[in-house]
């Protein structure tokens, strides 16, 4: 079981997921809100979320689509906020294929909302 919450204005992006994440369902909140948005800045809470079952290849796959959708939107920030070491772990593993695969931002993983949100002020 799993849960999305999107919220956005302007200049953010904020995607909230928890429970089990898979590479389908992590697509599908890139296909559905990347494409609207055209701000800078993205922030993905997935402090109540666990990644164990998305792979490397899952990885690539997001990443490639996240560029592609993203394109047009110029270059940006995307933070993201894992409390747990193995989901934190994952998602500097998905940095990596991110910046392997040209994706235009600028990447960080954070403990809190609170650290994330002071980082993607930051000009």
Avoid at 44 to 57: E, H, I
Wanted: hydrophobic letters at 40%; a neutral charge.
């Amino acid at each position: 079981m799993f849960d999305i919450q999107a919220v956005a204005d302007s200049v953010l992006l904020t995607i909230s997921l928890s429970g089990g994440l898979t590479k389908e369902v992590i697509l599908g909140a890139v296909r559905e809100h990347y494409p609207r948005f055209q701000g800078p800045l993205i922030l993905w809470d997935l402090s109540r979320a666990d990644l164990s079952a998305v792979t490397r290849l899952d990885f690539s796959e997001i990443a490639r689509t996240s560029r592609e959708l993203r394109s047009g939107a110029g270059y940006g920030k995307t933070a993201y906020v894992a409390t747990d070491r193995s989901t934190y772990a994952r998602l500097c593993l998905y940095m990596n294929e991110a910046v392997a695969m040209h994706v235009p931002a600028e990447y960080c993983v954070f403990r809190t909302i609170e650290e994330a949100r002071s980082w993607l002020s930051r000009s």
